[in-house]
Protein backbone atom coordinates (compact mmCIF):
# COMPACT_ATOMS: atom_id res chain seq x y z
CA UNK A 1 0.00 0.00 0.00
CA UNK A 2 1.09 3.60 -1.02
CA UNK A 3 2.28 5.53 2.13
CA UNK A 4 0.15 8.95 1.80
CA UNK A 5 2.30 10.84 3.85
CA UNK A 6 5.49 10.23 5.92
CA UNK A 7 6.44 13.39 8.28
CA UNK A 8 7.70 13.79 11.67
CA UNK A 9 7.99 9.98 12.22
CA UNK A 10 4.26 9.36 11.21
CA UNK A 11 3.28 7.09 7.88
CA UNK A 12 -0.61 7.81 7.14
CA UNK A 13 -1.96 4.82 5.24
CA UNK A 14 -5.11 5.65 4.71
CA UNK A 15 -6.88 9.79 5.68
CA UNK A 16 -10.25 11.00 4.66
CA UNK A 17 -12.76 13.73 6.49
CA UNK A 18 -13.63 10.80 9.10
CA UNK A 19 -10.85 8.73 9.67
CA UNK A 20 -7.17 8.29 10.03
CA UNK A 21 -4.58 5.47 9.84
CA UNK A 22 -1.06 4.91 11.09
CA UNK A 23 1.64 2.91 10.47
CA UNK A 24 2.89 2.77 14.16
CA UNK A 25 6.51 2.06 14.65
CA UNK A 26 8.06 0.85 17.45
CA UNK A 27 8.27 2.86 20.58
CA UNK A 28 5.25 4.67 19.44
CA UNK A 29 2.48 4.92 22.19
CA UNK A 30 -0.43 5.49 20.77
CA UNK A 31 -2.06 7.04 24.12
CA UNK A 32 -0.60 9.00 27.01
CA UNK A 33 0.21 7.11 29.82
CA UNK A 34 2.50 7.71 33.01
CA UNK A 35 5.41 7.60 31.15
CA UNK A 36 4.74 11.01 29.90
CA UNK A 37 6.08 10.39 26.72
CA UNK A 38 4.76 12.15 23.81
CA UNK A 39 2.12 9.99 22.46
CA UNK A 40 0.71 8.88 18.64
CA UNK A 41 -2.21 10.47 18.44
CA UNK A 42 -0.45 14.01 20.26
CA UNK A 43 1.47 13.56 16.77
CA UNK A 44 -1.08 13.08 14.85
CA UNK A 45 -3.34 16.19 16.28
CA UNK A 46 -0.49 18.08 15.06
CA UNK A 47 -0.46 16.70 11.85
CA UNK A 48 -3.84 17.34 11.17
CA UNK A 49 -3.43 20.69 12.88
CA UNK A 50 -0.72 21.52 10.01
CA UNK A 51 -1.70 20.22 7.86
CA UNK A 52 -5.07 21.95 7.39
CA UNK A 53 -4.57 25.07 9.38
CA UNK A 54 -6.76 24.48 11.65
CA UNK A 55 -7.26 26.72 14.39
CA UNK A 56 -7.91 25.70 18.13
CA UNK A 57 -7.94 22.23 19.12
CA UNK A 58 -8.20 19.47 16.65
CA UNK A 59 -10.74 16.35 17.59
CA UNK A 60 -8.93 13.10 17.37
CA UNK A 61 -10.47 9.88 19.08
CA UNK A 62 -8.30 7.01 19.87
CA UNK A 63 -10.47 3.77 18.93
CA UNK A 64 -7.95 1.20 19.46
CA UNK A 65 -4.61 0.66 20.96
CA UNK A 66 -1.50 -1.74 19.58
CA UNK A 67 1.68 -2.31 22.42
CA UNK A 68 4.40 0.13 22.48
CA UNK A 69 6.68 -2.71 20.90
CA UNK A 70 4.69 -3.90 18.02
CA UNK A 71 4.06 -2.19 14.66
CA UNK A 72 1.33 -1.32 12.05
CA UNK A 73 -2.34 -0.20 11.83
CA UNK A 74 -3.62 2.00 14.27
CA UNK A 75 -7.25 3.31 13.44
CA UNK A 76 -8.13 7.00 14.84
CA UNK A 77 -11.48 8.97 14.15
CA UNK A 78 -11.11 12.68 12.96
CA UNK A 79 -15.13 12.98 13.95
CA UNK A 80 -17.56 12.52 17.31
CA UNK A 81 -19.89 10.58 14.47
CA UNK A 82 -17.10 8.08 13.45
CA UNK A 83 -15.43 7.50 16.91
CA UNK A 84 -18.75 6.45 18.45
CA UNK A 85 -19.80 4.08 15.29
CA UNK A 86 -15.43 2.54 15.21
CA UNK A 87 -15.98 2.01 19.04
CA UNK A 88 -19.24 -0.03 18.19
CA UNK A 89 -17.69 -1.76 15.36
CA UNK A 90 -13.98 -2.57 17.30
CA UNK A 91 -16.00 -3.38 21.00
CA UNK A 92 -17.88 -5.72 18.18
CA UNK A 93 -15.42 -7.33 16.95
CA UNK A 94 -16.55 -6.54 13.58
CA UNK A 95 -13.26 -6.00 11.90
CA UNK A 96 -11.11 -8.36 10.60
CA UNK A 97 -7.50 -8.14 11.96
CA UNK A 98 -4.63 -9.83 10.51
CA UNK A 99 -0.82 -9.75 12.60
CA UNK A 100 2.17 -11.56 11.61
CA UNK A 101 4.94 -12.49 14.04
CA UNK A 102 8.43 -13.56 14.03
CA UNK A 103 9.07 -16.85 16.42
CA UNK A 104 11.98 -18.59 16.79
CA UNK A 105 10.29 -22.19 17.25
CA UNK A 106 8.53 -23.89 15.37
CA UNK A 107 4.89 -24.24 16.38
CA UNK A 108 3.41 -27.79 16.84
CA UNK A 109 1.16 -27.47 13.69
CA UNK A 110 1.43 -25.82 10.45
CA UNK A 111 -1.50 -24.26 11.19
CA UNK A 112 -4.40 -24.22 14.17
CA UNK A 113 -6.74 -22.67 15.99
CA UNK A 114 -5.33 -21.39 19.89
CA UNK A 115 -7.93 -21.52 22.26
CA UNK A 116 -6.99 -20.26 25.81
CA UNK A 117 -8.15 -18.77 29.41
CA UNK A 118 -6.43 -15.45 29.99
CA UNK A 119 -5.66 -13.85 33.02
CA UNK A 120 -4.28 -10.61 33.42
CA UNK A 121 -1.62 -8.91 36.19
CA UNK A 122 -1.45 -5.34 36.18
CA UNK A 123 1.00 -4.77 38.89
CA UNK A 124 3.80 -6.02 35.67
CA UNK A 125 1.72 -5.47 32.55
CA UNK A 126 1.41 -8.55 31.60
CA UNK A 127 -0.89 -11.71 30.91
CA UNK A 128 -1.19 -15.41 31.21
CA UNK A 129 -2.84 -18.01 29.31
CA UNK A 130 -4.00 -21.24 30.96
CA UNK A 131 -4.91 -24.54 28.70
CA UNK A 132 -7.81 -24.85 31.31
CA UNK A 133 -10.75 -21.85 32.52
CA UNK A 134 -9.61 -20.20 35.48
CA UNK A 135 -11.22 -18.07 38.33
CA UNK A 136 -11.16 -14.28 36.53
CA UNK A 137 -9.60 -15.43 33.42
CA UNK A 138 -11.16 -14.60 29.83
CA UNK A 139 -11.72 -16.65 27.12
CA UNK A 140 -9.22 -16.12 24.17
CA UNK A 141 -8.78 -17.41 20.67
CA UNK A 142 -6.83 -17.40 17.49
CA UNK A 143 -5.93 -18.73 13.96
CA UNK A 144 -2.73 -19.25 13.11
CA UNK A 145 -0.25 -20.41 10.22
CA UNK A 146 3.33 -20.79 9.26
CA UNK A 147 3.63 -18.39 6.09
CA UNK A 148 7.28 -18.65 5.52
CA UNK A 149 10.18 -20.45 7.46
CA UNK A 150 13.40 -18.68 7.22
CA UNK A 151 16.66 -19.73 8.45
CA UNK A 152 16.27 -19.32 12.17
CA UNK A 153 12.48 -18.12 12.45
CA UNK A 154 9.61 -19.26 11.32
CA UNK A 155 6.73 -16.17 10.16
CA UNK A 156 3.10 -16.72 11.19
CA UNK A 157 -0.10 -15.10 9.96
CA UNK A 158 -2.20 -14.80 12.89
CA UNK A 159 -6.41 -13.89 12.93
CA UNK A 160 -7.85 -12.60 16.19
CA UNK A 161 -11.09 -13.97 17.34
CA UNK A 162 -11.09 -12.11 20.53
CA UNK A 163 -9.05 -8.86 21.53
CA UNK A 164 -7.25 -9.73 24.57
CA UNK A 165 -4.56 -7.69 26.79
CA UNK A 166 -0.96 -8.92 25.06
CA UNK A 167 -3.04 -12.30 23.31
CA UNK A 168 -1.47 -12.74 20.47
CA UNK A 169 2.19 -12.62 22.97
CA UNK A 170 1.15 -15.11 25.50
CA UNK A 171 -1.02 -17.00 23.65
CA UNK A 172 1.77 -18.33 21.02
CA UNK A 173 4.89 -18.38 24.96
CA UNK A 174 2.40 -20.42 25.74
CA UNK A 175 3.10 -23.22 22.96
CA UNK A 176 6.35 -22.60 22.95
CA UNK A 177 6.75 -19.87 20.59
CA UNK A 178 8.13 -16.59 21.82
CA UNK A 179 7.84 -13.66 19.89
CA UNK A 180 11.48 -13.00 18.34
CA UNK A 181 12.64 -10.14 20.88
CA UNK A 182 9.75 -9.96 23.71
CA UNK A 183 11.59 -10.65 26.86
CA UNK A 184 8.23 -10.14 28.59
CA UNK A 185 6.95 -13.52 27.19
CA UNK A 186 10.43 -16.04 27.44
CA UNK A 187 12.45 -14.88 24.09
CA UNK A 188 16.41 -14.91 25.32
CA UNK A 189 17.27 -11.66 23.88
CA UNK A 190 15.63 -7.92 22.93
CA UNK A 191 15.62 -6.71 19.62
CA UNK A 192 18.15 -3.87 19.21
CA UNK A 193 15.19 -1.21 19.03
CA UNK A 194 14.12 -2.29 22.19
CA UNK A 195 10.69 -3.72 19.75
CA UNK A 196 9.38 -7.16 19.04
CA UNK A 197 8.71 -8.34 15.49
CA UNK A 198 4.81 -8.57 15.73
CA UNK A 199 3.21 -6.60 13.31
CA UNK A 200 -0.47 -5.31 12.98
CA UNK A 201 -0.28 -5.62 9.19
CA UNK A 202 -4.26 -6.35 7.75
CA UNK A 203 -7.31 -4.39 8.80
CA UNK A 204 -10.84 -4.94 6.87
CA UNK A 205 -13.73 -3.04 8.43
CA UNK A 206 -16.67 -1.02 7.35
CA UNK A 207 -16.10 2.83 6.63
CA UNK A 208 -17.95 4.07 9.62
CA UNK A 209 -19.49 7.01 7.42
CA UNK A 210 -19.22 5.93 3.89
CA UNK A 211 -20.00 2.45 4.52
CA UNK A 212 -17.61 1.46 1.98
CA UNK A 213 -15.44 -1.45 2.68
CA UNK A 214 -11.35 -1.04 3.25
CA UNK A 215 -8.70 -2.73 3.27
CA UNK A 216 -5.38 -1.53 5.05
CA UNK A 217 -2.75 -2.99 4.98
CA UNK A 218 0.36 -1.80 6.71
CA UNK A 219 4.12 -2.15 4.85
CA UNK A 220 6.09 -4.38 7.64
CA UNK A 221 9.20 -1.97 9.38
CA UNK A 222 12.52 -1.91 7.38
CA UNK A 223 14.79 -5.00 8.62
CA UNK A 224 16.56 -8.02 7.49
CA UNK A 225 13.79 -10.07 8.89
CA UNK A 226 10.90 -8.28 8.03
CA UNK A 227 12.41 -7.92 4.76
CA UNK A 228 12.73 -11.65 4.25
CA UNK A 229 8.88 -12.39 4.35
CA UNK A 230 7.35 -9.11 2.05
Not at 17 to 40: A, E, F, M, S, Y
Amino acid sequence: MKIISSKSNLQVLHEDNHIIVINKRVGDLVQGDKTGDKPLSEIVKEYIKDKYNKPGEVFLGVVHRLDRPTTGIVVFAKTSKALERLNKMFSERATQKTYWAVVKNKPPKNEDTLLHYLTRNEKNNSSKAHIKEVPNSKKASLDYKIIKELNNYFALEINLHTGRHHQIRCQLALIGCPIKGDLKYGFDRSNTDGGIHLHAQKLAFTHPVSKEELVIIAPVPNDVIWNSIK
